[in-house]
């Protein structure tokens, strides 16, 4: 048997991401590593594709999951119209501003926005972008399943020249689909007694001010969290509440989380692959982590105000759910002295004493209180 190369590249979408080369194609600064510190300083170029400045991270937790990145719509201008055959979540970083969606041949739906609203663009409907105010650029942070959609299919046209609309999510129904009025709904999850309070709406116009978050207190993981929830959305998103001067317990999952900074905040996140160094990442309002698959990772506040944190998550699959791990959760009494040590010191620079329980540390049946969460 004889073998030959006529010259021609052969592209592997299967090892060689087909993301990773179709964004190698695209002429925006790409930023990767484990984190950024603060998207809103992230440095920005025109970006020909959305006819804007922007940047795009491209972050090791990712993995071909997920993508994320920032556009600039500079003061005073509407950028272009953009489409693509996926749904995008979009987050204000910064600004005030308007956007319009519509498919072709109806009529434009639009909606005003300010730093910290949270809406979806549903599959493939046009939108546009328009800046209000005229004195300083609008930010907004896009998050989609684009690598992993392009991984079964690498042809980008499919994504940015697919015509394919489906009419009835924007025009059929008989509330408008940008009402920034959320529904409460009850889930009860399908192994556990506890229920939890989802807010489905395509418009969130605040999250920080958002309301209503439960007491999260599986494993020790205590914190406050919330579904805010798109309707008839694959992309699950959530908000996370990290009371001052506390931390969550090290956990891992699968790839793809993107978790970002949506309040002031003083605090930092330890991310580690069992075995592995610790990557120690400051966080504030305006970070952004993923961690990668499998590796551990906790939240920590060492700062004298709630973290608050919005979190956008892979598919399902993705998340590892089916998979037994027994080491899913480190709990405090397994946990590296150095992490106790890092957190007081941390606060100790902030002046303020940590509110963690010493039994937590050394009694593996330890009791939380019920109201240590609301104790400031
Ligand atoms: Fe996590």
């Known amino acids: 048997m ?19 080369r179709w964004l190698a194609s695209q002429d925006v600064p790409v930023h990767t590593g484990h984190y950024v510190q603060d998207l809103r300083t ?10 804007c400045p922007g940047a795009v991270l491209n972050l090791t937790g990712h993995q071909g999951v997920t993508e994320a990145h920032v556009l600039e719509i500079p003061a005073g ?7 693509m055959a996926l749904e995008e979540v979009i987050y204000v970083a910064e ?33 546009q972008l328009s800046n209000a105010r005229g004195d300083r650029p609008a930010l907004t942070v896009h998050v989609s399943y684009l690598p992993m959609a392009m991984s079964t299919n690498p042809n980008p046209d499919y994504f940015f020249k697919n015509p394919y609309v489906d009419t009835s999510e924007l025009y059929g129904a008989e509330t408008n689909f940008y009402s920034a009025q ?12 506890t229920t939890s309070t989802q807010w489905y709406a395509n418009f969130f116009p ?34 996370m509440c990290l009371p001052s001067r506390r931390y969550r317990i090290a956990h891992r999952h699968g790839p793809g989380v993107t978790i970002l900074g949506i309040q002031e905040a003083q605090g ?48 399902q ?15 405090f009494v397994e946990e590296d002295p150095w992490i106790r040590k890092k957190f007081e010191e941390e606060l100790a620079k902030n002046g303020l004493t940590s509110l963690m329980p010493e039994g937590a540390y050394t009694d593996p049946d330890f009791v939380w209180d019920e109201d240590w969460l609301k104790e400031d």
């Open 2 to 20: 004889t073998t030959k190369s006529d010259g021609a590249k052969v592209a592997d979408h299967w090892w060689e991401l087909a993301y990773d």
């Open 42 to 51: 992230l440095e920005r170029g025109w970006w020909s594709l959305r006819g």
């Open 77 to 83: 201008q509407t950028i272009p119209p953009f489409r």
């Open 95 to 127: 600004g005030q501003g308007l956007t319009s969606v519509w498919a072709d041949g109806h009529p434009k739906v639009t909606f005003e926005w300010q730093k910290h609203s949270l809406f979806r663009i549903p599959n493939n409907y046009f939108y």
């Open 182 to 193: 959320a529904v409460q709904r009850q889930i009860i999850r399908r192994d556990s007694k």
């Open 206 to 239: 605040d999250l920080t001010v958002w309301d209503k978050l439960n007491v999260y207190k599986r494993a020790g993981r205590l914190a406050y969290n919330g579904g805010v929830r798109f309707p008839n959305s694959a992309i699950r998103t959530g908000l």
């Open 268 to 315: 930092f996140v330890i991310m580690w692959p069992e075995g592995g160094d610790y990557v120690v990442a400051p966080w504030q309002e305006g970070s952004v982590f993923v961690p990668p698959n499998q590796w551990y990772h906790m939240h920590v506040n060492s700062g004298a105000v709630e973290n608050r944190q919005l979190r956008i998550f892979p598919p």
């Open 317 to 331: 699959p993705l998340m590892n759910y089916t998979a037994p791990d027994p080491k899913k959760y480190i709990p």
